[in-house]
Nanobody, 123 residues
Framework: QVQLVESGGALVQAGDSLRLSCAAS????????VAWFRQAPEKDRELVSH????????IYADSVKGRFTLSRDNAKSTAYLQMNSLKPEDTAVYYC????????????????WGPGTQVTVSS
């Protein structure tokens, strides 16, 4: 069945870069929009970025604009989150999520979720 698996999380120092990957299986990846969320300890889950099924449209949280880039490779059924100039406030578990193009959803409603990958940024 449908599965999303994140990878690439690590312990890094402020100012470093990381690239997270989200590998999908069990679906036609090009039919699904993809998003990255994150959740810090004792904080609510927040949307980091979203990319349309085609990859032509993206949105970013204000806190990561200019530092993070979301992209996708539909041939590889994989989405990527390039994170540059990392800050301690970026420390969180990062989750990949997906929802099918053409359906009606709420702002943070996604059908499928990965288990998450830990990103820790030390100062």
């Amino acid at each position: 069945q449908v599965q999303l698996v994140e990878s690439g999380g690590a312990l890094v120092q402020a100012g470093d870069s990381l690239r997270l990957s989200c590998a999908a299986s069990g679906l036609t990846f090009g039919d699904y929009a993809v998003a990255w969320f994150r959740q810090a300890p004792e904080k609510d889950r927040e949307l980091v970025s979203h990319i349309s099924a085609s990859g032509r449209n993206t949105i970013y949280a204000d806190s990561v604009k200019g530092r993070f880039t979301l992209s996708r490779d539909n041939a590889k059924s994989t989405a990527y989150l390039q994170m540059n100039s990392l800050k301690p406030e970026d420390t969180a578990v990062y989750y990949c999520a997906a929802r099918r193009w053409g359906a009606l959803y709420g702002p943070n409603e996604y059908n499928y979720w990965g288990p998450g990958t830990q990103v820790t940024v030390s100062s």
